[in-house]
């Protein structure tokens, strides 16, 4: 029987049980895209990272339970957490490849921060059944790579958003951001995506590539603390450099263990 440890990180949070718990896998080698897939079911998190070393750096991968992704912020902010205090990776900084493209990830005092590409999002006519699927009359819809970004009237809304989920999984996107100014911070979110077998992830780093250069254009700054009010919540440190943002949070090892498998 061999066995492959993993680790259970709390991403974007500075205590357990908040933020985004994520599983991670430090393997010698790539398992077959079928195995990688039956273990992120079996763990049934939102998402599954697996790191492999290729030279100098990292490539990483992400699994939901239902399918591969083609980015995740909170894996990768538990995958470099795992990395560096599980497995003692030198340095500040690391390097990992990825489906889109390279991105680092650096310790930034107690926290660590994301260099991840901002994804731009097109101005579209609202979608027939989305204001009935949400539960409320959107502001603003911009299409994305694979979300589509849904701006409310305010944080109330956002908070109280008890969308559809069937509907929301009929429409042609991997999920559905909906975000509006905040109170306490400048901007609040929350993220749906039942088509890839998340019903609402509590904090999702890739949605805010797209979140966040919205918001600093429509605010007129290049820095936002964001806030994705899911129930277990988390906070993010956003800034906007050119064609990257850099996304800055907590990760906390919650938990370790053994897969068995034949």
């Not at 290729?54 to 957490?81: D, K, M, N, S, Y």
């Not at 088509?195 to 966040?212: K, N």
């Amino acid at each position: 029987m061999k066995t492959l440890p993993f680790h259970q990180v709390d991403a974007f949070s500075d205590r357990p049980f908040a933020g985004n718990p994520a599983i991670v896998y430090r393997l010698d080698a790539w398992l077959p895209d079928a195995r990688m897939q039956q273990i992120a079911a079996e763990h049934n998190l939102a998402e599954t990272a697996f790191v492999v070393r290729e030279g100098q750096g990292w490539r990483i991968r992400w699994f939901t339970p239902q399918e591969e992704v083609p980015l995740c912020g909170h894996a990768t902010l538990a995958a470099a957490r795992v990395l560096f205090d599980a497995y003692q990776e030198p340095g500040d900084c690391l390097s990992l490849q990825s489906q889109s493209g390279e991105l680092r990830v650096r310790r930034l005092g107690e926290r660590l921060e994301l260099d991840f590409p901002a994804l731009a999002g097109e101005p579209i006519t609202a979608p027939a059944g989305l204001a009935k699927a949400l539960g409320h009359e959107p502001e603003t819809v911009l299409s994305g790579r694979d979300s589509l970004l849904v701006v409310l009237a305010d944080e109330t809304a956002v908070r109280t958003c008890a969308p559809d989920l069937k509907a929301l999984a009929a429409l042609p996107w991997l999920g559905v951001i909906v975000t509006a100014r905040g109170t306490d911070h400048d901007v609040v979110s929350r993220y749906f995506a039942p088509a890839i077998g998340i019903d609402e992830d509590p904090v999702t780093g890739a949605a805010h590539c797209m979140l966040v250069p919205y918001w600093a254009q429509r605010l007129g700054r290049a820095e936002l603390r964001a806030y994705q009010c899911s129930q277990r919540g988390g906070e993010l440190l956003c800034r906007v450099e050119g064609e990257r943002v850099r996304l800055a949070g907590h990760a906390v090892l919650v938990s370790r263990g053994e897969l068995l498998v034949g």
